[in-house]
């Protein structure tokens, strides 16, 4: 292997940028290491002194001396699933150092040996589409071949570097258990219990753990458990990978793929064109979950979760009604997004969902909950008078002028007080709302995650600066 020094490589042009605070590394250590990966399966390590002025220019340049026969446009680092991601510009490049330190700084709350900056160089090709908000994600379908087996034996081989696939398979044989969780940061508090960000300690593979404490027999626990083994059946790319389900003591742990853009309650008022796009993905989602005859239950946006990568993908549905009857007990209040019928107590089925689905979607374009009268400060629980508008009044309609037609007519057509009257699956599939943004383009959502992320922390950064 050839190790370059930085003096070797670095060019002599001074940085014209800045790297932004969240690209520094975590700790001083000896510089960043780049490993770039040519075609014949070695790779060239280059140490980079100071790598927060690392330009883009700069690493084609070495991508240059390492591959001299080669025009090298662009290279491509890989995410935690395998994904390629292209990096083109300084403010790609921006992003992908700042996603390797969260890495490093997983590995180091792990205790792992940090694995360098794998990249990996593109000779020649077009430049494609590019991100003008600089963060280049990568929205192919499939995941990438494991780079793994190329790297030679003397290198570390690197775990992080497994698929989902594969990860849910191993979680999904019973090994996954509460001493292979490391928890991180808590994502959120819901009225069942809290969710974690959290790492399996094995393979560093980032996960999302839900915590509900639940004070039940050994029966009732066991019951949840095989309700629950319906999940490992799920495989759509719009229902949240699950790996495993525990219990210690009073409560069960729930882990699941982990989505970097969270959930949609987050966001103000979402445009309908990135909305479009994500109406299509819910609508897929259920239809997926019906056609298992699986009732959501649960429909909301805090239910939808969404990642840089322009995933969308819904979570949290009634699989276990042991769980869901456990939950209910011990958390008392009604759910503001439940259609009327529910409300009123009567039987729930897949038009239940649909109305949940149109009163979420009215929210997410408003920016605000479609009934003005009902506050919803906390969480989504409210006491059950306070809903009772939404069984004796008309819905509420978008306002025509500020959506385009099929938009409010979807809205309406989900939101009819009379569940007959509302879309069937096949119904809501076959809307000229749905059908309009059922184009595949994963690439609206995901610019527009990654822009709204930016915007959230340039917005803390800015408060913590105000409050030094
Ligand atoms: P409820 O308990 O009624 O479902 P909720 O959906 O608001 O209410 P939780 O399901 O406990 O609450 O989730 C809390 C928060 O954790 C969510 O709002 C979301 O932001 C975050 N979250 C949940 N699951 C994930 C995940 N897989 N990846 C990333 N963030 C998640
Ligand atoms: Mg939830």
């Not at 050994?218 to 525990?246: P, R, T």
């Not at 149109?358 to 059950?384: D, H, T, V, W």
Request: hydrophobic share 35%; glycine share 8%.
């Amino acid at each position: 292997m050839v190790v370059l020094a930085a003096g070797d490589a670095s060019s002599s042009r001074s940085p014209a940028m800045e790297a932004p605070s969240s690209a520094s590394p975590p700790s001083p250590g000896p510089g960043l290491v780049i490993r770039i990966r040519v075609p014949d399966g070695g790779a060239v390590d280059w140490t980079v002194h100071p790598a927060p002025q690392l330009l883009f220019r700069d690493v084609l340049d070495v991508i240059g001396q390492v591959l001299p026969e080669a025009t090298t446009t662009a290279f491509e680092y890989e995410d935690e699933d395998g994904d390629r991601i292209t990096v083109r510009s300084d403010e790609e490049m921006k992003a992908m150092l700042s996603y390797y330190y969260t890495t490093v700084m997983e590995q180091q709350a792990n205790g792992q040996l940090v694995v360098p900056l794998q990249i990996y160089p593109r000779a020649c090709k077009p430049p494609g589409k590019r991100n003008i908000h600089g963060l280049k994600v990568n929205t192919r379908a499939g995941s990438a071949t494991n780079s793994a087996t190329a790297v030679p034996d003397s290198l570390p081989s690197n775990s992080l570097k497994k698929s989902s696939a594969e990860l849910k398979k191993i979680l999904a044989n019973g090994q996954i258990n509460e001493q292979d969780i490391r928890y991180r940061d808590v994502l959120g508090h819901g009225n069942g219990g809290t969710v974690y960000k959290a790492s399996h300690a094995l393979n560093g593979k980032v996960l999302a753990v839900k915590v509900i404490p639940l004070d039940i027999t050994l029966e009732l626990q066991k019951q949840i458990m095989s309700e629950l083994e319906i999940l490992y059946k799920c495989d759509s790319s719009y229902i949240i990978g699950f790996y495993g389900a525990f219990f210690v003591e009073n409560r069960i742990s729930i882990c699941t793929e982990f989505m970097d853009g969270g959930s949609l309650d987050v966001y103000r008022k979402i445009p309908e064109h990135v909305l479009g796009r994500i109406a299509v993905a819910v609508v897929k989602g259920l239809t997926y979950l019906w056609s298992l005859k699986i009732l959501h239950r649960d429909v909301k946006p805090s239910n939808m979760l969404v990642s840089t990568r322009g995933q969308v993908k819904l979570c949290d549905f009634g699989v276990s009604t042991q769980l869901v009857n456990s939950i209910a007990k011990t958390y008392v209040g009604t759910n503001a997004y439940m259609a009327p019928e529910r409300i009123s107590g009567e039987q729930y089925g897949i038009h239940s969902d649909v109305w949940s689905l149109g009163i979420s979607f009215m929210e997410l374009a408003l920016g605000r909950f479609p009934y003005p009268q009902i506050q919803k400060n906390q969480g989504s629980l409210m006491p059950l008078q306070l809903l009772q508008c939404i069984v004796d009044e008309e819905s509420p309609v978008l306002p025509v002028g500020e959506f385009s037609e099929p938009f409010v007519h979807f809205i309406t057509q989900c939101m009819r007080k009379q569940p007959k009257d509302r879309p069937a699956p096949e119904e809501l599939m076959g809307h000229l709302f749905i059908v309009q943004y059922n184009d595949g383009n994963t690439e609206v959502v995901s610019m527009w995650v990654c822009r709204m992320l930016e915007e959230r922390r340039a917005q803390q950064q800015q408060q913590q600066q105000g409050t030094q």
